[in-house]
């Protein structure tokens, strides 16, 4: 059966109109689409550490192309977590306020991916901070999505920081006898490397360290080695909570998640950085402490519960720090 207004369409649309000042001609778009987001940052308490999560940005990336795993396997665990290739995967940094000093884990892109990357300084600005306020920068490692945002337009962007990395990691990646070495798609990066460490190894500001030890009040190192050769995890704690900035240990989380196992093209070791991953994720998951990806989607907070053969992220719960 269908229902009919006993007074015709016109008058029923002058009544509506006099009623709700609604007409009935077609809305019209006032406006073009936007398209941007709002500066990325995200706050997170760690005890007495205030956390802030920085986006650098998001890239595309063809991972059915980059991962060592057959395309089809691939494709129905993007398909499971309702993803398709390309796949916008997150740059993600953090910066550790602990009362008394600024701590910056990596630093995202800069200028190397274009639009694509380069937008932390303007998270960090809308965070409440300035990059003249850092007092030191924690490479996970030297890969230009990690180190790129040392430099912008030429210039040292956080002129009064010192600049940590691995022994093993500066090494590698500045001395230029590596690059004939180097796998072909490698390459690149020991120029982009010298590119951003340069200034600031020039100062006396590019500091080192080896082993697992405090590197600075409430910092520890945790070497990690594979995906690079000096690549680390940085792990602060206080008041008895923990935090592990994993850096480049996984980078789809659909995939790597799922199945440990599969590496991808960016590691210098393989075999390595599937053997680390294999040791975080477990040690993570019995444990229980939160963990920061790079990669993963923003703001990358999070913890591991075991599931079947792999394992399945929890994100950190939303709160407003108080």
Known sequence: MTLRSPWGRATLAAC?????????????????????????????????????????????????????????????????????????????????????????????????????????????????YQPEQIDAVLLTHIHGDHSGGLMMAGKPVFPNAVVYAHQREAAYWLDAANVAKAAESHKPYFQEARAALSPYVAAGKLKTFEGNAELLPGIWTQEAPGHTPGHTFYVARSQGQKLVFWGDIMHVAAVQFADPSVTIQYDVDSKAAAAQRAKAYADAAKQGYTVAGDHVSFPGLGRLKAQGKGYAWVPVNYAIPR
């Open 16 to 128: 509506l109109t006099a009623v709700t000042g609604l007409s009935s001609t077609p809305a019209q778009a006032s406006a073009p689409q936007v398209k941007t987001q709002a500066p990325g940052y995200y706050r997170y308490m760690l005890g007495d550490f205030e956390i802030t999560v920085l986006s650098d940005g998001t890239v595309p990336q063809e991972v059915e192309k980059l991962l060592h795993a057959p395309p089809a396997k691939v494709q129905s665990l993007l398909s499971a977590a309702y993803l398709t290739s390309p796949v916008e995967t997150s740059i993600n940094a953090y910066l550790i306020n602990t009362g008394t000093a600024l701590y910056l884990v990596d630093t995202g892109a800069g200028e190397l991916f274009g639009p694509a990357g380069g937008h932390l300084v303007t998270a960090l600005r809308a965070a409440g």
